[in-house]
């Protein structure tokens, strides 16, 4: 059996057991240190701290409102907003858990998943309690749907999380698991120091933001993974208990700023899995971001509030996968069936495959200086 053969099967066997696993996210740190062996750089406080947030305005009487995101939450005094990561102490609004994480994991970027940015490399992924969405099918509801202080927290500043990827020479630290938007100035400030260190900072979101606090923040990021629930504002309220309108908004914001980014439109059997659904979406995607941006089908699995629903066919996520492509968009894949040939990509010019993955492997990549080598076609994307 040659290497490539042996990698194959040892993967398809390994990648089928991680998605059996269907939730790898423990709320506490214990299981990431076991994962990621920083456990000697990290100096772990049970505490959280506190920073003043960004984008609030007083109002009277001692309220405060948020604008980091599209609800604009009103906050009296000693109260929290959506999210119940900010809270207002005395008319200033603070940003809770700020350097305290509570999961960080080392992973492959196709884990975000990014498919066109640095492909085979890895990312020191954090995540904090909290979030702005309430999705009936969160694979990570032991952190999203829970606050700071209900969650095993560590002390990890801006500067020691860059300080840690760059001395185990980890590429990227990716604000991701829960939703980032919350916590804002801790993802701000670390993208910061990370640059300063020579690592690039990714973004794995929702995008339910607002456009000023997106614009800020792309400017300090290299990445942005969006993912689009679904293309109806009906799904968007009775599933995830948000608006589709300031998504698309984010992924206009993203193309304006020029930054790399990528969508994932998890398909859920019965409700965002209709061809005119996403036939809509892959035209709206045509019209307004155009064919360059990867689109990622993910398989759904039946957690949290959606255990009544199957896993979706793997026959309805090929179908969709030819929806989109028939509308123009070049670089359409299918993920969480490992092994399935959609996960690799393809020159959109010759067809030949460029890069080789099952799961989050990546097998073998052969663009060369950002093309096909076969017709040097121009392939987006950010490569080594
Ligand atoms: S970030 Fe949190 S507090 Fe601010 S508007 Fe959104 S949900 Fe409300």
New binding site residues.
Partial sequence: MDRRKFLEKSILGGAALGISAASPLAPGFAAAQKKTGVKDLIDQKHIFEAKEAQFYKKLEHGKIR????????E?DNME????G??ENRDGTYYVLAYGNPCAAHIDPIEKKPFFHFLPGTQAFSIATAGC?LVCKFCQNWQISQFRPEQTENIFLPPDKAAGIAKERRITSIAYTYAEP??F?EYMYDTSIEARRNGVKSVMVSAGFINPDPMRKLVKKLDAVKIDLKAFTEKYYQEVCSAELKPVLQTLEVLKDEKIWFEIVYLVVPTLNDSREEVRNMSRWIMKTLGPDVPLHFSRFYPQYMLKNLPPTPVSTLETLRKTAMDEGIDYVYIGNVPGNKAESTYCPHCGKRLIYRIGYQVIENKIKNGACPYCRTKIPGVWI
Avoid: S, T
């Avoid at 948020?66 to 939450?73: D, E, F």
């Fill in positions: 948020c604008h980091i995101c599209p609800r604009k939450c906050v929290r907003g959506f999210c990561n900010r702005n938007v919350v804002y």
